[in-house]
Nanobody
Framework: QVQLVESGGGLVQAGGSLRLSCAASGRIFSTYSMGWFRQAPGKERELIAAISWSVSSTYYADSAKGRFTISRDNAKKTVYLQMNNLKPEDTAVYSC????????????????WGQGTQVTVSS
């Protein structure tokens, strides 16, 4: 069993930055992928970035490319999402999740969700 706790959300003005953290506890295997999802009101949950736990593989949705960077600290069992040049349309609840099968970009493979953290970008 893996437990995930997100932090770092908040209110920021358009053009600003935030760094989200996802701290994991429990057993993390090298084959796992870790992903960041977001869900805005009235919209479906979207996988926006993912990273392999052991190799240098990442995935970014088009909405995240060029502005968001996912990284990990294996020693701390923490995954980060650095978000720059934030836009009002980035407003959502951001959650991290684990993909035990390591697909990286196949959203249905993710489980072990955190509770989410709210990101609000004002215009």
């Amino acid at each position: 069993q893996v437990q995930l706790v997100e932090s770092g959300g908040g209110l920021v003005q358009a053009g600003g930055s935030l760094r989200l953290s996802c701290a994991a506890s429990g057993r993390i295997f090298s084959t796992y992928s870790m992903g960041w999802f977001r869900q805005a009101p009235g919209k479906e949950r979207e996988l926006i970035a993912a990273i392999s736990w052991s190799v240098s593989s990442t995935y970014y949705a088009d909405s995240a490319k060029g502005r968001f960077t996912i990284s990990r600290d294996n020693a701390k069992k923490t995954v980060y999402l650095q978000m720059n040049n934030l836009k009002p349309e980035d407003t959502a609840v951001y959650s991290c999740a684990v993909d035990p099968s390591g697909t990286l970009r196949y959203a249905p493979s993710y489980n072990y969700w955190g509770q989410g953290t709210q990101v609000t970008v004002s215009s």
